[in-house]
């Protein structure tokens, strides 16, 4: 959807500066379809930098800490235990195992 108004008609919302799509969100009495169609674009920017801030901390684990929270889930989950998973102690090792090749 194009901005119909302002400093910034004619441009595509997602060209939009953050700070101003949260002014317009927060700040503007919009109608709809304008309204629903900004909403969507901060949320979907929002999830985007969770996600990117997500596997930053990733990749900036090192090898024992890795290690460490895979032994951690492993002794929670591990179906010898009681209330152990075996469903999720194999997706838990098959994570380990994609991290471990990063």
Not at 7 to 24: A, I, S, T
Not at 55 to 73: H, N, P, S
Not at 75 to 102: A, C, S, V
């Amino acid at each position: 959807m194009k901005m119909p108004f302002g400093k910034f008609k004619g441009y595509d919302l997602g060209e939009l500066p953050n700070d101003y799509l949260e002014w317009l969100r927060f700040e503007i009495d919009l109608r709809e379809p304008l309204k629903s169609a900004i909403r969507r674009e901060c949320l979907k920017r929002e999830r985007g930098e969770r996600v990117q801030r997500e596997e930053t901390a990733i990749t900036t684990m090192d090898a024992t800490q890795i290690k460490k929270i895979y032994w951690k889930l492993a002794r929670t989950y591990h179906p010898d235990r009681i209330g152990g998973d075996g469903g999720i102690m194999t997706g838990i090792n098959l994570f380990y195992e994609e991290i471990k090749q990063i």
